[in-house]
C-alpha cells in the first residue's frame, strides 16, 4: 500500500515530467529548424580542431556514459540509499530544465553532421541527443552530477576514479564531436551548481511534500 509521502513525490514527479517534456517538445522543435540551414558550418574547437574523428566513436562515447550512469544506480541499489537515486532523479529533471535555456539562446550548428531530430524525450533519449541541441551537454552534467551524489556518499576516498571517469567522459564527449569543448566546460559549472545546492534543493523539496523526506 502506498504511503502519502509516496504518493507526494510520485505526483511531485509526474508534474515535472509533464512540464519537461512539454517544454523539450517545443525546444527540440525549434533548435531543430533553426539549426538545420546552418548544419555545415564548422565553428572553431580546440579538442575537435587537434583531434581527427573517429569512426564509431559516438557509439563508444553514449555506451560510456550509460555505462557510468548504470553503475551509479547499482551501486545506491545494493546500498540500500534509494532516497540517492530519488534526490537525483528531481534534480535530473530540474538539471534539464535548465539545459532548455541554453538551447534556445543560441543555436549551433551540429557537431557531429549526423545528428537525428529528437520529436520528444523518447525520441530524443533513443537518439541519445536530438539535432543542434547545444551550448551544453546533458551527458555530461548528468556525468559530473552524479560523481558529486558519490563524493557526498564516499567521500575523498575514490578522488582518482572521480577525475579519471570526468576526464574520460569530457574526451568522448568533445572527440565523438557529440558537443563542442564549451559545452562540456559549461556543463561543469552547472553541475556544480547544483552539487553545491543539494542542501538548498533538499529543503525545497521537502517543503513541496510537506515532510523532511530527504536529508542525505
Not at 536530438?130 to 558529486?148: A, D
Not at 576514479?161 to 570526468?166: E, G, K, S, V
Amino acid at each position: 500500500m502506498i504511503t502519502s509521502i509516496y504518493f507526494k513525490l510520485i505526483c511531485l514527479f509526474v508534474l515535472l515530467f509533464i512540464i519537461s517534456y512539454t517544454i523539450e517538445k517545443i525546444v527540440n522543435k525549434r533548435s531543430y529548424e533553426k539549426g538545420k540551414p546552418i548544419n555545415n558550418v564548422v565553428i572553431p574547437d580546440i579538442i575537435q580542431e587537434n583531434i581527427s574523428n573517429v569512426r564509431n566513436l559516438d557509439v563508444i562515447s553514449d555506451l560510456f556514459i550509460s555505462f557510468i550512469t548504470f553503475l551509479f544506480f547499482v551501486i545506491f541499489l545494493l546500498n540500500g540509499n534509494y532516497k540517492y537515486l530519488i534526490l537525483y532523479i528531481f534534480i535530473f529533471i530540474l538539471m534539464r530544465l535548465v539545459t532548455f535555456i541554453y538551447f534556445i539562446s543560441t543555436t549551433l550548428p551540429d557537431s557531429s553532421k549526423k545528428c537525428k531530430f529528437g520529436a520528444d524525450f523518447f525520441k530524443t533519449a533513443m537518439n541519445m541527443g536530438t539535432c543542434n541541441s547545444l551550448g551544453i551537454s546533458s551527458h555530461f552534467v548528468n556525468i559530473v552530477f552524479q560523481l558529486g551524489l558519490l563524493y557526498r556518499y564516499y567521500g575523498s576516498k575514490y578522488w582518482l576514479l572521480y577525475l579519471i571517469t570526468y576526464i574520460l567522459s569530457f574526451m568522448l564527449i568533445c572527440v565523438s564531436r557529440n558537443h563542442y569543448t564549451i559545452d562540456c566546460i559549461t556543463s561543469t559549472f552547472v553541475a556544480l551548481f547544483f552539487i553545491y545546492e543539494v542542501d538548498n534543493t533538499q529543503k525545497g523539496l521537502n517543503f513541496l511534500i510537506g515532510k523532511k523526506y530527504f536529508n542525505i
